[in-house]
Protein backbone atom coordinates (compact mmCIF):
# COMPACT_ATOMS: atom_id res chain seq x y z
CA UNK A 1 0.00 0.00 0.00
CA UNK A 2 2.42 2.49 0.73
CA UNK A 3 4.06 1.71 -2.73
CA UNK A 4 1.00 2.53 -4.16
CA UNK A 5 0.50 5.77 -2.22
CA UNK A 6 4.04 6.72 -2.93
CA UNK A 7 3.66 6.29 -6.93
CA UNK A 8 0.27 7.98 -6.86
CA UNK A 9 2.12 10.94 -5.06
CA UNK A 10 4.95 10.63 -7.34
CA UNK A 11 2.44 10.88 -10.23
CA UNK A 12 1.16 13.84 -9.26
CA UNK A 13 4.30 15.39 -8.68
CA UNK A 14 5.63 14.40 -12.28
CA UNK A 15 2.58 15.95 -14.06
CA UNK A 16 1.51 18.85 -11.41
CA UNK A 17 -2.28 17.11 -12.47
CA UNK A 18 -4.86 16.59 -9.82
CA UNK A 19 -4.00 13.37 -7.80
CA UNK A 20 -7.67 12.13 -8.22
CA UNK A 21 -6.96 11.63 -11.67
CA UNK A 22 -4.21 9.02 -10.24
CA UNK A 23 -6.45 7.64 -6.98
CA UNK A 24 -9.56 7.67 -5.76
CA UNK A 25 -11.19 9.91 -3.26
CA UNK A 26 -13.85 9.21 -1.01
CA UNK A 27 -16.26 6.59 -1.78
CA UNK A 28 -19.10 9.05 -2.58
CA UNK A 29 -17.10 11.07 -5.52
CA UNK A 30 -17.24 10.99 -8.73
CA UNK A 31 -14.40 8.66 -10.05
CA UNK A 32 -12.05 10.64 -12.07
CA UNK A 33 -9.15 8.07 -11.82
CA UNK A 34 -6.97 7.18 -14.47
CA UNK A 35 -7.58 3.36 -15.58
CA UNK A 36 -4.97 0.74 -16.07
CA UNK A 37 -6.46 0.04 -19.80
CA UNK A 38 -6.45 3.46 -19.94
CA UNK A 39 -1.97 3.21 -20.34
CA UNK A 40 -0.46 2.79 -22.93
CA UNK A 41 3.86 1.68 -23.21
CA UNK A 42 6.15 1.51 -25.86
CA UNK A 43 8.33 -2.04 -25.30
CA UNK A 44 11.55 -1.95 -27.27
CA UNK A 45 13.70 -4.96 -28.29
CA UNK A 46 14.28 -7.52 -30.80
CA UNK A 47 11.46 -7.19 -32.91
CA UNK A 48 11.47 -3.32 -33.04
CA UNK A 49 8.71 -1.39 -31.14
CA UNK A 50 5.38 -2.22 -29.96
CA UNK A 51 3.12 -1.11 -28.43
CA UNK A 52 1.04 -2.29 -25.48
CA UNK A 53 -2.17 -1.13 -23.07
CA UNK A 54 -2.75 -1.78 -19.95
CA UNK A 55 -2.32 -5.70 -18.28
CA UNK A 56 -0.38 -6.90 -22.00
CA UNK A 57 2.90 -5.30 -20.99
CA UNK A 58 3.09 -8.21 -17.95
CA UNK A 59 3.16 -10.81 -20.89
CA UNK A 60 5.36 -8.77 -23.44
CA UNK A 61 7.74 -8.44 -20.64
CA UNK A 62 8.45 -12.29 -20.56
CA UNK A 63 10.74 -12.05 -23.55
CA UNK A 64 14.43 -11.53 -22.90
CA UNK A 65 16.32 -8.48 -23.49
CA UNK A 66 12.50 -6.03 -23.76
CA UNK A 67 12.73 -2.36 -21.89
CA UNK A 68 9.66 -0.22 -21.82
CA UNK A 69 10.49 2.87 -23.11
CA UNK A 70 8.11 5.47 -22.95
CA UNK A 71 4.34 5.23 -20.78
CA UNK A 72 1.47 7.45 -21.70
CA UNK A 73 -1.28 7.94 -19.54
CA UNK A 74 -4.75 8.30 -21.27
CA UNK A 75 -6.88 10.38 -19.30
CA UNK A 76 -10.54 10.13 -20.30
CA UNK A 77 -12.25 10.61 -16.62
CA UNK A 78 -11.24 14.02 -15.63
CA UNK A 79 -12.52 16.17 -13.50
CA UNK A 80 -13.88 18.75 -16.04
CA UNK A 81 -14.60 16.12 -18.55
CA UNK A 82 -12.49 18.24 -21.41
CA UNK A 83 -10.68 16.08 -23.36
CA UNK A 84 -6.69 15.65 -22.04
CA UNK A 85 -3.64 15.25 -23.98
CA UNK A 86 -1.85 11.85 -22.77
CA UNK A 87 0.59 12.35 -19.85
CA UNK A 88 3.77 10.68 -21.13
CA UNK A 89 6.52 9.49 -19.10
CA UNK A 90 9.81 8.71 -21.53
CA UNK A 91 12.61 6.40 -20.29
CA UNK A 92 15.46 8.12 -19.19
CA UNK A 93 17.83 9.00 -16.07
CA UNK A 94 16.66 9.33 -12.29
CA UNK A 95 13.77 10.63 -11.27
CA UNK A 96 11.82 9.92 -14.31
CA UNK A 97 13.23 6.63 -15.17
CA UNK A 98 12.58 5.57 -11.67
CA UNK A 99 8.79 6.45 -12.38
CA UNK A 100 8.61 4.21 -15.42
CA UNK A 101 10.02 1.26 -13.74
CA UNK A 102 7.65 1.92 -10.74
CA UNK A 103 4.45 1.94 -13.30
CA UNK A 104 5.78 -0.97 -14.68
CA UNK A 105 6.33 -3.11 -11.53
CA UNK A 106 3.01 -2.08 -10.06
CA UNK A 107 1.35 -3.08 -12.86
CA UNK A 108 3.39 -6.76 -12.48
CA UNK A 109 2.65 -7.04 -8.88
CA UNK A 110 -0.66 -5.36 -7.79
CA UNK A 111 -2.56 -7.59 -9.87
CA UNK A 112 -4.72 -4.69 -11.09
CA UNK A 113 -6.76 -5.41 -14.21
CA UNK A 114 -7.71 -3.18 -17.22
CA UNK A 115 -11.30 -2.33 -16.28
CA UNK A 116 -10.30 -0.40 -12.45
CA UNK A 117 -8.19 1.94 -11.48
CA UNK A 118 -4.57 2.15 -11.79
CA UNK A 119 -3.82 1.66 -8.24
CA UNK A 120 -5.87 -1.59 -7.29
CA UNK A 121 -3.65 -3.91 -5.57
CA UNK A 122 -4.81 -7.63 -4.60
CA UNK A 123 -3.35 -8.85 -1.60
CA UNK A 124 -3.06 -12.52 -1.00
CA UNK A 125 -5.44 -13.69 2.45
CA UNK A 126 -3.67 -16.09 4.52
CA UNK A 127 -6.28 -19.45 4.90
CA UNK A 128 -7.68 -18.83 8.33
CA UNK A 129 -7.45 -15.51 9.06
CA UNK A 130 -10.32 -14.12 10.44
CA UNK A 131 -12.64 -17.29 8.64
CA UNK A 132 -10.55 -16.16 5.30
CA UNK A 133 -10.29 -19.50 2.83
CA UNK A 134 -7.62 -18.23 0.97
CA UNK A 135 -7.80 -16.03 -2.40
CA UNK A 136 -6.53 -12.43 -2.66
CA UNK A 137 -8.23 -8.60 -1.15
CA UNK A 138 -9.15 -6.16 -3.47
CA UNK A 139 -7.76 -2.61 -2.41
CA UNK A 140 -7.90 0.17 -3.87
CA UNK A 141 -5.36 3.07 -3.03
CA UNK A 142 -7.14 6.38 -2.26
CA UNK A 143 -6.10 10.17 -2.14
CA UNK A 144 -6.13 9.69 1.85
CA UNK A 145 -3.26 7.09 1.36
CA UNK A 146 -1.04 9.87 -0.76
CA UNK A 147 -1.49 12.20 2.08
CA UNK A 148 -0.33 10.46 4.74
CA UNK A 149 2.49 9.53 2.54
CA UNK A 150 2.94 12.81 1.88
CA UNK A 151 2.89 14.47 5.49
CA UNK A 152 4.85 11.64 6.31
CA UNK A 153 7.65 12.79 3.58
CA UNK A 154 7.81 16.65 4.92
CA UNK A 155 8.14 15.17 7.99
CA UNK A 156 11.54 13.35 7.34
CA UNK A 157 12.72 16.83 5.47
CA UNK A 158 11.74 18.56 8.68
CA UNK A 159 9.31 20.83 7.21
CA UNK A 160 5.30 21.60 8.94
CA UNK A 161 3.45 18.73 7.75
CA UNK A 162 0.04 21.20 7.51
CA UNK A 163 1.85 23.33 5.05
CA UNK A 164 1.54 20.26 2.38
CA UNK A 165 -1.00 18.23 0.73
CA UNK A 166 -2.05 16.34 -2.31
CA UNK A 167 -2.51 19.66 -4.18
CA UNK A 168 0.76 20.90 -2.90
CA UNK A 169 2.68 19.48 -6.31
CA UNK A 170 -0.03 21.67 -8.46
CA UNK A 171 0.90 24.53 -6.34
CA UNK A 172 4.82 24.19 -7.41
CA UNK A 173 3.56 23.99 -10.76
CA UNK A 174 1.53 27.20 -11.18
CA UNK A 175 3.92 28.98 -8.69
CA UNK A 176 7.08 28.05 -11.40
CA UNK A 177 9.08 31.25 -13.28
CA UNK A 178 10.82 28.34 -15.25
CA UNK A 179 7.63 27.47 -17.09
CA UNK A 180 5.30 29.52 -19.53
CA UNK A 181 1.78 30.04 -18.20
CA UNK A 182 0.60 27.45 -21.54
CA UNK A 183 2.96 24.80 -20.72
CA UNK A 184 1.76 24.88 -17.04
CA UNK A 185 -1.84 24.65 -18.25
CA UNK A 186 -1.33 21.56 -20.44
CA UNK A 187 0.95 19.82 -18.09
CA UNK A 188 -1.38 20.35 -15.20
CA UNK A 189 -5.17 19.88 -16.78
CA UNK A 190 -6.04 23.03 -16.58
CA UNK A 191 -7.78 25.29 -19.11
CA UNK A 192 -5.88 27.75 -21.30
CA UNK A 193 -5.27 30.86 -19.40
CA UNK A 194 -6.44 29.59 -16.29
CA UNK A 195 -8.37 31.69 -13.67
CA UNK A 196 -8.04 29.24 -11.22
CA UNK A 197 -4.09 28.40 -11.52
CA UNK A 198 -3.69 31.62 -10.68
CA UNK A 199 -6.40 32.48 -8.03
CA UNK A 200 -6.40 29.39 -6.00
CA UNK A 201 -2.72 28.07 -7.04
CA UNK A 202 0.32 30.57 -7.87
CA UNK A 203 1.67 31.48 -4.43
CA UNK A 204 3.67 33.96 -5.63
CA UNK A 205 3.91 37.31 -3.63
CA UNK A 206 1.17 35.28 -1.75
CA UNK A 207 1.50 34.51 2.14
CA UNK A 208 4.86 35.98 2.32
CA UNK A 209 6.45 33.57 0.18
CA UNK A 210 8.10 33.36 -3.21
CA UNK A 211 7.95 30.88 -6.44
CA UNK A 212 11.09 29.97 -5.43
CA UNK A 213 10.13 28.95 -1.86
CA UNK A 214 6.69 26.92 -3.12
CA UNK A 215 9.13 25.59 -5.87
CA UNK A 216 11.97 24.12 -3.33
CA UNK A 217 9.90 22.63 -1.11
CA UNK A 218 7.53 20.94 -3.91
CA UNK A 219 10.91 19.49 -5.46
CA UNK A 220 12.52 18.50 -2.42
CA UNK A 221 8.94 16.21 -1.66
CA UNK A 222 9.58 14.86 -4.64
CA UNK A 223 13.23 14.14 -4.42
CA UNK A 224 12.45 11.83 -1.46
CA UNK A 225 9.14 10.11 -2.94
CA UNK A 226 11.49 9.19 -5.97
CA UNK A 227 14.14 7.85 -3.41
CA UNK A 228 11.27 5.90 -1.92
CA UNK A 229 10.24 4.41 -5.24
CA UNK A 230 13.59 3.52 -6.23
CA UNK A 231 14.55 1.51 -2.64
CA UNK A 232 16.02 4.34 -1.01
CA UNK A 233 15.58 5.57 2.41
Not at 60 to 70: D, M, S, T, Y
Not at 90 to 115: M, N, Y
Not at 127 to 144: D, H, V
Request: aromatic residues 6%.
Amino acid sequence: DKLGACLGAMLGYNFGSRVSNFVRGAASTEDHSVYTGDLAFAVGGGTGIQRFRGTALTAALEEVGVNVIKGEFHLVRTKTGRAVEALCIDSGQGDERRLLDAVVAWIRISRTKDDEPLLTRYAPVRPGRAGAGGGFRRRLITRTDVTKVIKAAVVALGLPAERFSSKSFRIGVASSEAMTDANKDRSAGWSTNSRTRVEHYDQRDRRGRTAADAGADSGMLGKLLSRCLGGGQ
